[in-house]
């Protein structure tokens, strides 16, 4: 009886951190930053939801509507504190470990389920009709991080559906590569989640020039070299800085049932040691 109580109080410890781990994205202070890019280029009548920020170059030919600041470049502090920590959580959350079997290619429908991480194994393109849906499992909260390791493509209109509580500022795209979002006819692409690219971020505008609305990022879009905004495009800018609640990481509901069933256990198999001799 002693050598099973102890067991089954080491096998409760051992599946806890699984079932425990909250998964967070933290941008600290970038998370008041729409757009952020080495160099970072506007064409179009845009709308930016937020600050902007670059460490090399600024150029907007459209003109932009910006609700933040756009701080100038380059050698601002602000804005390079703010890429410092986008690249910290960049390179943070690309070296997540996947939490999800490792995909190679999208389906025309995928659910993604809150607090995984889910990874491509390589370049990604999706194509008109591909459907989406992000379920955070009734918590508000949850975190999803899809990691791309090479290039995201979004070719047509990519459809999202959002439940269950699921929050556009909770998706994060980890892109390793560059990320391009293709529209080539009306009507224009809505996209959830913030972009953190590797390399550059280009939103193209459907024909009928810089007018034309090239889409609506709910989110924010980071982009190690060239952040480049094409056609009118929409970016409403992220929220709490990629955790829970806008602060620390809280444990998942169903961690505190197992640290209350492995405090259970371990009073009970304390009192069975203690009455029985040894």
């Known amino acids: 009886m002693r050598q099973r109580l102890i067991w089954l109080v080491m096998a409760v410890a051992a599946v806890m951190p699984a079932f ?33 920020g670059a460490t090399t170059t600024i150029t907007d030919s459209g003109p932009w ?7 100038p470049a380059p050698s601002n502090p602000t804005a390079d ?16 470990g996947h939490t999800q079997p490792v995909l190679s290619s999208l389906p025309m429908t995928q659910t993604f389920t809150g607090n995984n991480v889910y990874t491509f194994n390589g370049d990604l393109s999706t194509t008109t009709g ?9 918590d508000p909260n949850e975190v999803f991080v899809i990691q791309i390791d090479g290039a995201l493509t979004v070719n047509g209109i990519l459809a999202f ?16 590569d560059a990320a391009t979002i293709s529209v080539g006819s ?36 980071f982009a190690e070299t060239a952040n ?35 405090g259970l256990i371990g009073i009970l198999a304390w009192r069975k040691l203690r009455t029985k001799p040894l």
């Not at 967070?24 to 930016?48: K, M, R, Y």
């Not at 591909?130 to 009734?138: P, R």
Request: net charge negative; with cysteine.
């Open 65 to 71: 509507v910006v609700t933040g600041t756009v701080y």
């Open 228 to 262: 480049n905004l094409a056609g009118e495009t929409d970016v409403n800018g992220c929220v709490g800085g990629g955790l829970p609640g806008g602060g620390p990481g809280v444990p998942e509901p169903e961690s505190a049932g197992l640290v209350s069933l492995a």
């Open 130 to 138: 591909t459907a989406l849906t992000f379920d955070a499992q009734y």
């Open 161 to 176: 559906n959002l439940i269950n509580g699921a929050q556009a500022n909770n998706i994060f795209w980890i892109v390793e």
């Open 186 to 221: 009306s009507p224009a692409q809505t996209f959830d989640g913030s972009i953190l690219a590797g390399t550059s971020f280009t939103m193209s505008a459907a024909s009928g020039g810089s007018g034309v609305l090239a889409g609506t990022i709910n989110g924010c879009v």
């Open 20 to 52: 425990g781990s909250t998964i967070t994205v933290n941008l600290n202070s970038a998370s008041s930053f729409a757009l952020l890019g080495s160099t970072i280029s506007n064409t179009g009548i845009s709308a930016v939801n937020g600050n902007v």
């Open 81 to 96: 504190q703010a890429y410092a920590d986008f690249e910290s959580a960049y390179n943070t959350a690309l070296a997540m």
